[in-house]
């Protein structure tokens, strides 16, 4: 029967399973250096391209908007009228006419007058038809206050031409026609930008793919290493 030194009896009920003469694994310094620039990468790749990410979006949701407030009326029938029925036909009429403005009947004349395209014209102008009003304020944005304010006035000038001139088509006499005319002109834009807190919610989204991205490929790079 083999002998066992002096104390070793000890070891080896501390050390159940370990062969105390056996020398310890030290951890590998590369491995864990390489571990450590993966991370140090990785969050690196996380605050720059966040940043970035976050300062591109925001710089690029500056806009203007100009608003413009028409009114309208039927003059003639207005002022025979004894009971409230022409009022409620006209509020019918200034929700039809708000609806016509992103179509193509109108946002042509304004595209050809501002050097813009109709779909470009339709997505930056809105008619909103004020509850309890004859009032109708189109709003416009734009990337300047000079272009959302021209945006605006060609607008309010289309939709007025358009309501005129369909009525002069369907040969409706002049004294009779239900008339569209500025109330506000457009004169400034205020400005707009998207929240803060949705550009830092992009930022973290591209910081986190950027992080992931550079975790993964430097990993693959520290393991080629020999």
Do not use: C, H
Request: avoid cysteine.
């Amino acid at each position: 029967m083999a002998s066992v030194a002096p104390g070793m009896t000890g070891v080896r009920q501390l050390l159940p399973g370990r062969d105390p003469l056996r020398p310890v694994e030290q951890p590998d310094a590369g491995r864990t250096s390489g571990t450590g620039l993966v991370t140090l990468a990785a969050v690196i790749a996380f605050l720059v391209f966040g940043g970035v990410g976050a300062a591109v979006v925001k710089s690029r949701t500056v806009a203007y908007r100009s608003d413009s407030v028409l009114t309208i009326n039927q003059p003639k029938l207005i002022a025979s009228s004894r009971d409230a029925g022409p009022i409620q036909k006209l509020v019918d009429l200034r929700t039809q006419y708000a609806e016509l403005l992103t179509t193509s009947v109108v946002t042509k004349p304004i595209a050809d007058q501002v050097g813009m395209t109709a779909a470009q014209v339709a997505s930056q102008v809105t008619a909103i038809a004020q509850p309890n009003s004859l009032l109708i304020v189109v709003q416009a944005d734009a990337a300047s206050r000079s272009k959302a304010i021209a945006l605006s006035r060609a607008s309010s000038t289309a939709l007025i031409t358009y309501a005129d001139d369909s009525q002069a088509q369907a040969r409706v006499p002049a004294d009779e026609r239900v008339v569209l005319a500025v109330a506000t002109p457009a004169t400034t834009a205020q400005r707009l930008t998207r929240s803060v807190r949705t550009a830092a919610t992009v930022g973290v989204f591209l910081g986190a793919v950027a992080a992931a991205l550079t975790a993964l490929v430097a990993s693959v790079l520290s393991r080629r290493r020999p």
